[in-house]
């Protein structure tokens, strides 16, 4: 499963992320589970922004915070396998910076930061 962040009207713009990275994006900066779909618009897009901004410079202050993480396998008793995927080193940086395009998209033309 995946969450898409998108700007209504703009199809070919957004990021798609899968829900655990999405919940992972959201811890880094500090943000509540907003739920399955949702919007930022005006001060909570404006704090996103800001908390986003704050994000990148520590990644770039300390970018081993962003140095990806292995692929690994939780074993079960029984039953089928359960594959936890890594991260891709710099993916924390990628995903921020592609959030932060749309939301210039966003505030450019008035609209929302909408996710479902």
Do not use: K
Not at 26 to 40: K, S
């Amino acid at each position: 499963m995946s969450i898409t962040v998108f700007v209504a009207g703009f199809d070919d713009d957004y990021v798609n992320v899968t829900n655990t990275n999405f919940l992972r994006l959201l811890e880094l900066l500090g943000v509540d589970d907003p739920g399955p779909a949702g919007e930022f618009s005006g001060p909570a897009l404006d704090e996103l922004s800001a908390r986003i901004t704050f994000a990148l410079e520590s990644l770039a202050a300390l970018p081993e915070l962003d140095g990806g993480t292995a692929t690994r396998e939780i074993p079960c008793a029984s039953g089928p396998r359960w594959i936890e995927v890594g991260l891709r080193e710099g993916y924390y940086v990628e995903r921020l910076t592609a959030l932060q395009r749309l939301i210039s998209l966003a505030r450019s033309h008035g609209r929302a930061l909408s996710f479902s």
